[in-house]
Each structure stands twice: as C-alpha cells, then as structure tokens.
C-alpha cells in the first residue's frame, strides 16, 4: 500500500531546496565579486565610501606646487571663469593621476580638447584637460592608481596658441573645487 508523503515533508523539502538555491547564489555572488571584470564596479563602491581627497601630489612630472599659479575663479572672456588651474611645462611632460580612481570619460573636444576625467574618493571627478595625447592603452573603466600616467602635456582645445599645460580640475556634486590648496597640502605631506 502507497503512502502519501506527509505535507511537512513536503514543506521541509521545498524548504531546504530554497536554501539550497540561496546559498548557492550566495557563493556565486560572492565569487563574481572577486573576479578582475567587476574591479571597476568594486572600485566606485570603495569610492564612494571614502572622504574626499584633501591633499594630492601634483599631476604634471616635474612640477612643485609652489609653481602653480592661483588662478581658480579668474574671469575667462566675458562669460565664466576659471574653473581650474593651469599647470604649465614642456611638451610632452608625463601627466599622472592624483588620485586612485576609474576612468570615466576619455575624449576630444570642446575647451578642453583631449581630455581625461577620473572619478576619485568622495565620488569626485578629475579633469585633466589640454593633452598632446593619451597614454597607450589607457580605457573607460580602467582603475588608475595615483601616479598612473594619463598623458602628457600639451595645447589642445581652446589652449591652442598658448604655452603648453594641463588644464587640472575637481568637481564635487556642487561644483568645481579650487585644486591648488590641496595641491599644497600634497606638497607638505610630501605627496610630490
């Protein structure tokens, strides 16, 4: 004689199924979380996380903060200012990121011609702006470390005519910041 299963048995056995399921998309969760190609995803999470930057080394090879001139604010024509520094040196200098970060944005045009924006601590981006050009292989979504090399100085955009530099920004939630007093602090804590 055939007996029917009980209905806790049932329930039991569907039970344990969902934990089954559920610690099994658990581990693979977990898994993927570790795996190279969520790096860029792991990174903006840590990011977001932290405070930021209130000191950081200068972004040019060479150049000392107390060779920047404070031009942040300063009228630009007749409709904006300056929403930066310039940092001025040959063509060619090595740019470097000041910040751990993932590349956002690479592109040319506009004002800034070739141009490079990482997004930092704080969920701030960085804008590295006036390029001669990239360095090789340099993507959207890489993870850059500071001292990552982006490109190297130069006059694109609307910096043609003038002296070679890179046009360096920070732009919070609520606007640009002025770089140049964390560009000093960085020169004190000895962060170039």
Avoid: C
Avoid at 84 to 98: E, K, M, N, Q, Y
């Amino acid at each position: 004689m055939h007996v029917p299963p009980s209905p806790h048995r049932h329930r039991a056995r569907r039970v344990l199924v969902v934990l089954a399921v559920a610690a099994l998309l658990a581990w693979l969760a977990a898994w993927s979380w570790r795996q190279p190609f969520l790096l860029p995803l792991r990174t903006l999470w840590e990011l977001s996380r932290l405070p930021a930057s209130t000191s950081l080394p200068v972004p040019v090879h060479g150049v000392s903060a107390r060779d920047i001139a404070a031009t942040f604010g300063a009228p630009r024509g007749n409709d904006r200012q300056h929403a930066g520094v310039d940092i001025f040196a040959r063509r060619g200098t090595p740019v470097l990121s000041s910040t751990r970060g993932v590349i956002t944005t690479i592109r040319d045009g506009g004002l800034g011609g070739r141009q490079v924006w990482v997004l930092g601590p704080g969920m701030e981006r960085y804008y590295y702006a006036h390029l001669d050009d990239w360095a090789p292989g340099l993507a959207s979504g890489d993870v850059v470390a500071a001292g990552t090399p982006l490109g190297t100085v130069g006059t694109t955009g609307n910096a043609k005519g003038t002296p070679p530099h890179l046009h360096f920004g920070i732009y919070a939630r609520d606007g640009a910041r002025d770089p140049l007093p964390r560009l000093r602090a960085g020169a004190v804590s000895g962060r170039r």
